[in-house]
């Protein structure tokens, strides 16, 4: 954690976490946490906690990319505290079945994604902020000829359209609050009561 914090409006990322504090709920009622124009270009918003923040992808290599980011500015995952690594560790798989759930893909044998993290520009990193890309894979993807030549999370980019997102985000934030419940629920674990937990450190 030795990375200098950059200069005000240099990291995109950084911009988001500054717009989009740490709310309760990914379904935080108005003022609207979560609207696009606090930030240019866009940030449809699904999750902003004290340690992370999930959004989509503005130029999705997929329909329904999403990006699970540290709120801290954090160059590479060795940059990252045991305290954020475990905020990350919680909400990656919480997020990556909320989205296919979204996409109406599942989580078990009908849905099929990758998840992506590149550290540095030779490995790909094209903002240096740590993040996770939760990419999904609808069965129209062409077959993959040579598998052992494949770069995970390779593909066309395409920008994000707008209107789209506006509907695909509402989506996204609707099947994360029921993911928290299931949780809670399944595994006896309060994600509400992490995340206050984790604002007093």
């Given amino acids: 954690m030795t990375e200098p914090i950059p200069a005000p409006g240099t990291c995109p990322f950084c911009t ?10 990914p379904s935080t009622p108005s003022p ?19 340690l992370v923040m999930a959004f989509l992808d ?11 980011a540290t709120r801290a500015h954090r160059m ?21 079945r909320a989205v296919m759930r979204a996409l109406g893909m599942g989580v078990g044998e009908g849905g099929d994604w990758n998840v992506v993290q590149n550290n540095g520009a030779k490995a790909a990193q094209v903002v240096p902020h740590v993040h996770f890309h939760i990419i999904p894979r609808p069965g129209d993807v062409p077959e ?17 359209d707008e209107d789209d997102a506006v ?35």
């Fill in 167 to 201: 509907m695909l985000a509402a989506k996204m934030r609707e099947e994360l609050v029921e993911e928290v419940r299931r949780v809670k629920e399944r595994e006896g674990v309060d994600l509400e009561w992490e995340r206050a937990r984790m604002e007093k450190l």
């Fill in 58 to 68: 503005i130029m999705p290599i997929a329909r329904g990319h999403v990006l699970v």
């Fill in 16 to 25: 988001i976490a500054t717009a989009h504090p740490p709310h309760p709920t």
């Fill in 32 to 50: 609207n946490p979560f609207s696009p124009t606090l930030t240019v270009p866009s940030t449809y918003l699904l999750l902003s906690t004290p």
């Fill in 76 to 96: 590479k995952l060795s940059d990252v505290s045991v305290e954020e690594s475990k905020a990350l560790g919680v909400w990656v798989p919480v997020v990556c």
């Fill in 144 to 160: 993959i000829k040579n598998r052992s030549w494949t770069v995970f999370g390779k593909g066309q980019r395409e920008e994000l």
